[in-house]
């Protein structure tokens, strides 16, 4: 799609998830994208290997440099205008208040339980944000399956909510590529990984609990942990007081692409975070990469990447007796493990990708303009999303 419009993308910073979705952009706007940057990165993503040359993005512009109020302006000559987080509302507000279209992309509004909607300081504020601009021309992208039915909670954005998520850089392996990194070893050895940050709500604690239980059945696997944090210290004094050490590697932060090297080498990815976690693009990478995933079902972005028992398998809530059901059947079933794979990175490389998204977001935008017809697609980027109450339960496969 070839179109001519001034498009501007206006959020914290740009990081390595956003990159291809804006280069996706750039490709078919040209200058007519840009991504305004409203604040440095925090120096902790920065150690995680985030960083970003910013030179080397054209596109980019920072509005807390010189020039800001050239770029305030541009925002609000922009054709269309997408707000992600970010500490400059006004500027939303103040295209709003012009009448002229916004885009904004959210994950959930009440991460931490629905029932924090009955406070009348945030509900007011999100009145002023949100709700009074129900019929204005104004329009959710929702990060995470359930970022819909929060903002129902507040009557925001009635009929115009659209499944949306963050798009890692893509990669494409022939077969025999993806054979050779899949290929086990002669013990017969499935290589398991887990990747992020050492923090409670990502439940790191899941995957040494994995590791005791497949030792003690005897099974030959191998863990690699790649990330830190707060929990690191205590993770590997228990990985050495249970003997897992041979068993168990730690490698630490790494940057992105190294882990998704580790991502292309794994039989199985864990995807344990719970609730707190808005999306989770480690799991689109995982996917893109050819793993079998076993994923918790409160994260933003299981219900829309993963069809359970179809590309991946799904886990109620928190319930580490059923994380360790489902990857006892993996172990049990090698040949659905690797459907599930091959699934798994269809599922990114044919829908959930950043060519398709800025695709159907720019017909979309389109649309808003000048009026043409635009039917929502069935699935994927830009398909309605539909309020889904947090946590719909799954059924676990039995081994």
Same mark, same amino acid.
């Given at each position: ?53 910013? +030179?080397? @993005? ?155 239980? @497949? ?67 480690? @799991? ?47 172990? +049990?079933?090698?040949?659905?493990? %690797?459907?599930?794979?091959?699934? +798994? ?21 389109? %649309? ?32």
């Amino acid at each position: 799609m070839v179109l001519t419009m001034k498009f501007a993308f206006v959020s914290n910073y740009i990081n390595h998830h956003q990159i291809p979705f804006c280069e996706a952009m750039r490709s078919r706007l040209g200058s007519g994208f840009r991504f305004i940057q409203t604040e440095p990165m925090e120096e902790e993503r920065r150690k995680m290997g985030w960083g970003v040359d910013l +030179a080397s @993005l054209p596109y980019v512009s920072v509005l807390y440099g010189n020039g800001r109020e050239a770029l305030e302006s541009l925002i609000q000559d922009s054709d269309i205008a997408l707000f992600g987080w970010t500490d400059r509302e006004d500027l939303c507000q103040k295209r709003l208040e012009a009448g002229k279209p916004v885009i904004r992309e959210s994950e959930r509004l009440y991460r931490e339980g629905q029932w924090k909607a009955v406070s009348p300081r945030g509900l007011i504020r999100k009145h002023h944000d949100h709700t009074r601009w129900r019929d204005a021309e104004a329009y959710l992208l929702c990060n995470g399956a359930y970022v819909a039915s929060d903002f129902d909670i507040i009557r925001a954005y009635p009929g115009k909510k659209y499944r949306w998520g963050y798009f890692p850089d893509l990669r494409t392996y022939t077969d025999a590529q993806m054979k050779e990194m899949k290929k086990p070893d002669e013990s017969g050895t499935v290589r398991i990984l887990w990747a992020g940050r050492f923090l409670p709500l990502k439940h790191p604690e899941f995957a040494l609990d994995l590791a005791a239980h @497949l030792k003690e059945r005897g099974a030959r696997f191998h863990l690699d942990l790649v990330g830190g944090g707060e929990m690191e210290e205590a993770l590997k004094k228990r990985a050495a007081d249970e003997n897992l050490s041979e068993e168990v590697t730690f490698h630490g932060f790494l940057p992105p692409g190294e882990v998704r090297g580790w991502m292309e080498r794994a039989h199985i990815f864990l995807f344990t975070s719970n609730h707190l976690e808005g999306w989770g693009a480690v @799991l689109n990478e995982a996917m893109n990469s050819g793993c079998a995933v076993i994923a918790g079902s409160e994260a933003g972005a299981v219900p829309f990447l993963i069809e359970q028992g179809g590309n991946g398998l799904i886990y109620n809530g928190e319930n580490e007796e059923e994380f360790l059901a489902c990857a006892d059947y993996l172990f +049990a079933h090698p040949t659905e493990r %690797h459907e599930f794979a091959v699934h +798994a990175q269809q599922t990114i490389g044919t829908l959930w990708n950043a060519d398709t998204a800025a695709e159907r977001l720019l017909s979309f935008s389109d %649309h808003i303009l000048t009026g043409k017809e635009w039917t929502p697609p069935a699935d994927g980027p830009m398909s309605r999303a539909e309020a889904v109450r947090p946590f719909p339960k799954y059924r676990i496969p039995d081994i």
